[in-house]
């Protein structure tokens, strides 16, 4: 995702990492070439050492008070953590730490999901042609004193590039200015070394006789045709 967005081709990253073509490909489409927002724990949910201490609780036969005094957590957390990770008998802290990361991993919902008449709003805007930043920026003067009413094109973006969010329709990508499927670094560019440059041109030093004659013929009509003295 970082050379990604760094402007490199696909090609080039396909080849550098020798994978597959498919592959990297469904990788960068699954979060629209935009890089996830970085995970973290809330310092309120248990750690793997205090998932430990229980695993060693429960082995030992202490009481969830117990467990729970030592640790210094509500009995109600030690309870309700044994009981979502398979209870007395198979409760281990490596299995369980990785079950309540899983759990928490979900997208935020976003804006325009959670407002469908901001939504709506932008969808018709989109169809009429206009970019997420004309959009974000109208949005804001019109509704200048309503938050809930105004949204950053980069939400707009998100939105049609993340589909999981399921907002905005992905039919609409084809009215952005350029309605390619994923979210391209502002670095890419698809210049090359050779980029503008014409296919076996010859120089002009070296045209034929007859073709500098032309061009002469051609500068004396221009001149007489446009003499002042004419």
Same mark, same amino acid.
């Given at each position: 995702?970082?050379?990604?967005?760094?402007?490199?081709?696909?090609?080039?990253?396909?080849?550098?990492?020798?994978?597959?073509?498919? +592959?990297?490909?469904? %990788? @960068? !489409? #699954?979060?629209?070439?935009?890089?996830?927002?970085?995970? =973290?724990?809330? /310092?309120?949910?248990?750690?793997?050492?205090?998932?430990?201490?229980?695993?060693?609780?429960?082995?030992?036969?202490?009481?969830?008070?117990?467990?729970?005094?030592?640790?210094?957590?509500?009995?109600?957390?030690?309870?309700?953590?044994?009981?979502?990770?398979?209870?007395?008998?198979?409760?281990?802290?490596?299995?369980?730490?990785?079950?309540?990361?899983?759990?928490?991993?979900?997208?935020?919902?976003?804006?325009? +999901?959670?407002?469908? %008449? @901001? !939504? #709506?709003?932008?969808?018709?805007?989109?169809?009429?042609? =206009?970019?997420? /930043?004309?959009?974000?920026?109208?949005?804001?003067?019109?509704?200048?004193?309503?938050?809930?009413?105004?949204?950053?094109?980069?939400?707009?973006?998100?939105?049609?590039?993340?589909?999981?969010?399921?907002?905005?329709?992905?039919?609409?990508?084809?009215?952005?200015?350029?309605?390619?499927?994923?979210?391209?670094?502002?670095?890419?560019?698809?210049?090359?070394?050779?980029?503008?440059?014409?296919?076996?041109?010859?120089?002009?030093?070296?045209?034929?006789?007859?073709?500098?004659?032309?061009?002469?013929?051609?500068?004396?009509?221009?001149?007489?045709?446009?003499?002042?003295?004419?």
């Amino acid at each position: 995702m970082g050379r990604w967005e760094k402007g490199e081709s696909l090609n080039a990253i396909v080849r550098d990492l020798r994978s597959y073509h498919s +592959a990297v490909q469904w %990788a @960068l !489409a #699954r979060t629209g070439g935009i890089r996830p927002a970085p995970r =973290w724990r809330s /310092r309120l949910a248990l750690k793997l050492a205090e998932r430990e201490e229980i695993s060693r609780g429960v082995f030992a036969g202490h009481s969830v008070r117990a467990i729970a005094s030592q640790l210094g957590r509500a009995p109600s957390t030690v309870s309700r953590e044994i009981r979502r990770n398979g209870g007395r008998r198979h409760y281990l802290a490596n299995k369980s730490d990785k079950a309540a990361w899983d759990r928490a991993h979900r997208p935020k919902t976003c804006k325009l +999901a959670e407002n469908p %008449a @901001l !939504a #709506r709003i932008v969808a018709k805007k989109l169809q009429l042609q =206009w970019s997420p /930043r004309q959009i974000a920026g109208w949005l804001k003067r019109r509704f200048a004193d309503d938050e809930s009413l105004q949204v950053s094109h980069e939400t707009i973006y998100r939105t049609l590039f993340i589909q999981a969010r399921r907002a905005l329709k992905k039919e609409l990508i084809k009215h952005l200015r350029r309605s390619r499927a994923m979210c391209r670094s502002r670095h890419h560019t698809q210049k090359t070394g050779d980029h503008g440059k014409i296919t076996d041109a010859v120089s002009i030093r070296e045209r034929p006789g007859d073709v500098e004659d032309r061009s002469r013929c051609c500068r004396v009509r221009i001149s007489l045709v446009t003499s002042p003295f004419r």
